[in-house]
């Protein structure tokens, strides 16, 4: 099991720090969200070098929404993810975490138009998705040891993929290697009917895992009972990182090792 937190779940004044407190708290890596950018690459370098933790995950911080209506807002986008692919790439991550209709919906911006009867939004929005991921697939391949990571949400905060099966066909729509999606426990709780199913669905397709409780607090804080899930990874051979992506409960120093041991414990008995 290797476990990674996303990176505003840990405190420290700099990320050598942070990276010190994962080490310290029984985790393997970390996601960067806010430094992933060009200007905090060295500072990722000695911090890694230092504590030996890795960096799993980078994100695309560079603003667009890859589906909406407004092409400079897609073309933005597309370019904010290959940066971040660029600085994965770099860092020897897996990849880049990509939720294409999360900014339309959320930040109420324009869908594509509806053409019916010649074809509706929700048509639109796929054959954009499979024509802008097939681009960025190919770019990841090109670089060589990166992945893009479609991430299926529940449908109040994006439009679809809600589900893996859905985030599957996307993936074989493409038809590259390079694009893959993930499995997230607190949307997967909303949207699967049977959260250990989807995951023998998703099997290779599967390149990241987000753990959170029912309640997007860290575990053991909710209901979720991890084991049927985690038999299931274990049935894919699944051996890529786990991040936790939620809130912590109360001190981080005794929240975040405390999980880290949980959620090991469940894995042995998995």
Same mark, same amino acid.
């Given at each position: 099991?290797?476990? +990674?937190?996303?990176? #505003?779940?840990?405190?420290?004044?700099?990320?050598?720090?942070?990276?010190?407190?994962?080490?310290?708290?029984?985790?393997?890596?970390?996601?960067?969200?806010?430094?992933? &950018?060009?200007?905090?690459? *060295?500072?990722? !370098?000695?911090?890694?070098?230092?504590?030996?933790?890795?960096?799993?995950?980078?994100?695309?911080?560079?603003?667009?929404?890859?589906?909406?209506a407004r092409k400079e807002e897609?073309?933005?986008?597309?370019?904010?993810?290959?940066?971040?692919?660029?600085?994965?790439?770099?860092?020897?991550?897996?990849?880049?975490?990509?939720?294409?209709?999360?900014? @339309?919906?959320?930040?109420?911006?324009?869908?594509?138009?509806?053409?019916?009867?010649?074809? !509706?939004?929700?048509?639109?929005?796929?054959?954009?998705?499979?024509?802008?991921?097939?681009?960025?697939?190919?770019?990841?391949?090109?670089?060589?040891?990166?992945?893009v990571i479609v991430e299926p949400? #529940?449908?109040? *905060?994006?439009?679809?993929?809600?589900?893996?099966?859905?985030?599957?066909?996307?993936c074989r729509a493409v038809g590259?290697?390079?694009?893959?999606?993930?499995?997230?426990?607190?949307?997967?709780?909303?949207?699967?009917?049977?959260?250990? *199913?989807?995951?023998?669905?998703?099997?290779?397709?599967?390149?990241?895992?987000?753990?959170?409780?029912?309640? &997007?607090? @860290?575990?053991?804080?909710?209901?979720?009972?991890?084991?049927?899930?985690?038999? +299931?990874? !274990?049935?894919?051979?699944?051996?890529?990182?786990?991040?936790?992506?939620?809130?912590?409960?109360?001190?981080?120093?005794?929240?975040?090792?405390?999980?880290?041991?949980?959620? &090991?414990?469940?894995?042995?008995?998995?």
């Open positions: 099991m290797r476990l +990674a937190v996303r990176e #505003n779940m840990v405190p420290g004044a700099t990320l050598t720090e942070k990276f010190r407190h994962l080490q310290a708290w029984g985790y393997d890596a970390i996601e960067l969200t806010r430094s992933s &950018r060009q200007e905090c690459l *060295e500072e990722v !370098k000695q911090a890694m070098r230092v504590t030996g933790v890795q960096v799993s995950i980078v994100s695309s911080i560079g603003g667009g929404a890859l589906i909406e897609r073309d933005r986008a597309v370019q904010s993810h290959k940066t971040a692919l660029e600085i994965a790439s770099e860092l020897n991550a897996v990849g880049v975490i990509s939720v294409p209709l999360l900014p @339309t919906k959320m930040q109420n911006r324009p869908r594509l138009p509806d053409l019916s009867p010649w074809q !509706k939004v929700e048509e639109l929005e796929w054959q954009m998705m499979v024509a802008l991921y097939g681009e960025l697939a190919d770019y990841a391949q090109r670089l060589g040891n990166v992945v949400l #529940n449908r109040y *905060e994006q439009w679809h993929p809600n589900r893996v099966e859905q985030a599957v066909a996307l590259n290697p390079h694009l893959r999606t993930m499995f997230d426990f607190f949307h997967a709780n909303i949207e699967e009917g049977d959260m250990a *199913e989807a995951i023998r669905l998703g099997g290779s397709y599967l390149a990241n895992i987000h753990i959170a409780d029912s309640n &997007r607090l @860290t575990p053991p804080h909710g209901h979720t009972d991890f084991r049927p899930c985690f038999r +299931a990874l !274990k049935e894919i051979g699944y051996g890529k990182f786990m991040g936790l992506e939620c809130s912590v409960v109360g001190d981080p120093a005794d929240d975040l090792p405390r999980c880290a041991r949980y959620l &090991r414990q469940l894995w042995e008995e998995a």
